[in-house]
């Protein structure tokens, strides 16, 4: 099994400033099958990144992903109100599917 | 644009049985996706626990294949989720989601979960 570790755990912030958020994976992840989500709080998770790069329909380009192999990340080049959340990082190159503990984006 | 919705008991004795549907609506279930779900607890967070293609086909986490049965209903555009001898360690937000070639293969569209108490 894949283990996917996030930091930081909480970033905080303000808003128009840029956050980074990096994924390290315990091996390979094939193909940088890795996604990310943003979930709001009593919402479901929302895909934002696939593919490790590609940004979801709709996904502001404020939004972007890099990495490959076992280390990933996801920039928020200037935090606007509504994406003060949590973040997750999901690999999809090997079974059984598996998602990073979660960065919370705090103000 | 393809829509979830989990129902099914909010409470479930231990060692019971936990069951849940999704309704898959917008879309048809007999497309060329997977049928996921997804739990989230605050201690062990998101946990993806199985998935099924319209044809039965099913793909289990190891971690819970001996207790988990996913099954699809064709002909009610659903699919269902079965666990069996739970514990209070099953208490979460259970998630339906869509797992779709046009994103990759990750989970594009969510249902908005439903939360599921294991207690007698």
């Known amino acids: 099994e894949i283990v996917l570790t996030q930091s930081p755990g909480v970033l905080s912030l303000s808003p128009g400033e840029r956050a980074t958020l990096s994924c390290r994976a315990s091996q390979t992840v094939s193909n940088n099958n890795l996604a990310w989500y943003q979930q709001r709080p009593g919402q479901a998770p929302r895909l934002l990144i696939y593919s490790a790069s590609s940004r979801a329909p709709g996904i502001p380009d404020r939004f972007s992903g890099s990495g490959s192999g076992t280390d990933f990340s996801l920039t928020i080049s200037r935090l606007e109100p509504e994406d003060f959340a949590v973040y997750f990082c999901?690999?999809?190159?090997?079974?059984?599917?598996?998602f990073g503990g979660g960065s919370k984006v705090e103000i | 644009q393809v829509q979830l919705q989990e129902s099914g008991p909010g409470l479930v004795k231990p060692s019971g049985t936990l069951s849940l549907t999704c309704g898959v609506s917008?879309?048809?279930?007999?497309?060329?996706?997977?049928w996921s779900w997804i739990r989230q607890t605050p201690g062990k967070g998101l946990e993806w626990i199985g998935e099924v293609f319209h044809s039965g086909s099913p793909n289990y986490n190891p971690s819970f294949k001996s207790r988990l049965t996913i099954s699809v209903d064709k002909s009610k555009n659903q699919f269902s989720l079965n666990l069996t001898s739970v514990t209070a360690a099953d208490t979460a937000v259970y998630y339906c989601a869509r797992r779709s070639s046009r994103a990759s293969w990750t989970f594009d569209q969510w249902g908005q979960g439903i939360l599921v108490s294991v207690s007698s």
């Open positions: 999901q690999q999809y190159g090997g079974s059984p599917l598996t």
């Open positions: 917008g879309g048809s279930i007999r497309s060329s996706d997977w």
